[in-house]
């Protein structure tokens, strides 16, 4: 059976631009993609710190090392320039692959730069 599990994600990215007559997608820095273990193209999903919207796009490249942080198309009217978002990414793979499975988590300060990455979440005390 496969299952579904949390590939990689850029937490608290801050949006830099929307743009609504570009073609739909998120930009982001190249070098964040990478790091992050996106791909160009694929599939992600947003959820808005700010607003509590939720949904889905895919990744274009955005300028290595320019921080940007872009919707655009119909997902810019989801945003505003200075909304914190997460932006998340997900794999399919069999429950055996998932055992020694670890995401890519970058933790990112307002401006984007990157405050931490790590492959584990602590465990939530109640």
């Given amino acids: 059976m496969q299952i579904t599990l949390l590939k990689g994600k850029l937490h608290m990215a801050c949006v830099t631009q929307a743009e609504l007559w570009y073609d739909g ?4 820095d190249a070098d964040l993609v990478k790091l ?3 791909r160009e ?12 919207e939720r949904f889905s796009t895919y990744v274009i490249l955005a300028e290595a090392g320019s ?6 198309g119909a997902a810019a009217r989801r945003v505003q320039v200075g909304d914190r978002i997460i932006i998340a990414a997900y794999g399919q793979m069999e429950e055996a692959e998932a055992e020694g ?4 988590l970058v933790y ?9 990455t790590t492959n ?3 465990v939530q005390v109640a």
């Fill in 67 to 72: 921080r940007t942080i872009s919707m655009n």
């Fill in 36 to 38: 992050a273990g996106l």
């Fill in 41 to 52: 193209f694929e599939q992600i999903d947003i959820y808005n710190v700010d607003n509590g």
């Fill in 120 to 122: 584990t979440i602590p």
């Fill in 25 to 28: 997608s998120c930009a982001i």
């Fill in 108 to 116: 990112l300060n307002q401006d984007n730069s990157v405050d931490r």
């Fill in 101 to 104: 499975f670890k995401p890519k």
